[in-house]
């Protein structure tokens, strides 16, 4: 079956570091694959998607590529700030439709 | 806010009893879809619902059930809990299968 294995956390960062949070994947076929923010205290919100291989996807200046050699989609930002604090959750969704998520990364960023 | 509208939002309840969670989709969107979010768990996929019919069934107990009504909106049940049900239970909607999915900010259930 589909499923998701991402980076353990949790991840503290300082303020203007790097970040990058590991995710790979199983599945048949061609899923698409996502990555979702949850905030403290508030549902899931989707960060960026891509649906085919070699696709970026992009958002708040978070990226991802999907690598279907490699079968990942990192998660990746330049310059983190205190306020992107939350979970992330990498997920796929495959022939049946449903999203797989992966356990999910704590990231803590210190002014 | 989503657009995807849960309620209640908080819900404290005895072991043995009975309780209901409302979701209403965006608007414009056929697929509904309830997760449930605990510690040990992460997010597991419950049940989806397209256009008022079943279409997948995931990590549901027999003691789980739901629906979506001709509006649309859909209702998760959940009976003869137990401590271990307490959770976040999250609803999603998209437009299409395989679509982007729009999350509620979820039902916090606690079971006493």
């Known amino acids: 079956g589909n499923s998701v294995t991402q980076m353990e956390g949790p991840v503290t960062l300082s303020e203007e570091a790097f970040l990058t949070i590991n995710c790979t994947y199983t599945?048949?076929?061609?899923?698409?694959l996502f990555w979702y923010v949850q905030y403290p205290g508030e549902g899931l919100q989707l960060l960026l998607k891509?649906?085919?291989?070699?696709d970026k996807g992009s958002n708040k200046g978070f990226e991802a590529t999907y690598r279907k050699e490699t079968t990942s989609f990192h998660l990746e930002k330049g310059s983190v700030q205190v306020s992107d604090s939350a979970v992330y959750f990498c997920?796929?969704?495959?022939?049946?439709?449903?999203?797989?998520f992966g356990a999910g990364t704590t990231v803590t960023v210190r002014a | 806010d989503s657009g995807v509208t849960q309620t209640p939002k908080h819900l404290i309840t005895a072991t043995g009893q009975r309780v209901t969670l409302r979701c209403s989709p965006r608007?414009?969107?056929?697929?509904v879809y309830w997760y449930q979010q605990s510690l040990d768990q992460g997010l597991q996929f419950l049940i989806q619902y397209y256009n008022g019919e079943e279409r997948a069934k995931g990590n549901i107990l027999e003691r789980f059930s739901a629906q979506q009504f001709p509006d649309l909106h859909s209702e998760l049940n959940l009976s003869s809990l137990e401590l271990g049900d307490s959770a976040l239970y999250f609803c999603?909607?998209?437009?299409?299968?395989?679509?982007?999915?729009?999350f509620g900010s979820g039902t916090r259930l606690t079971v006493v």
């Open positions: 891509a649906t085919k291989a070699d």
């Open positions: 997920a796929l969704s495959g022939n049946d439709y449903k999203l797989s």
């Open positions: 608007s414009g969107d056929l697929s």
């Open positions: 599945a048949t076929g061609y899923p698409s």
């Open positions: 999603a909607s998209s437009v299409a299968e395989g679509a982007g999915y729009t």
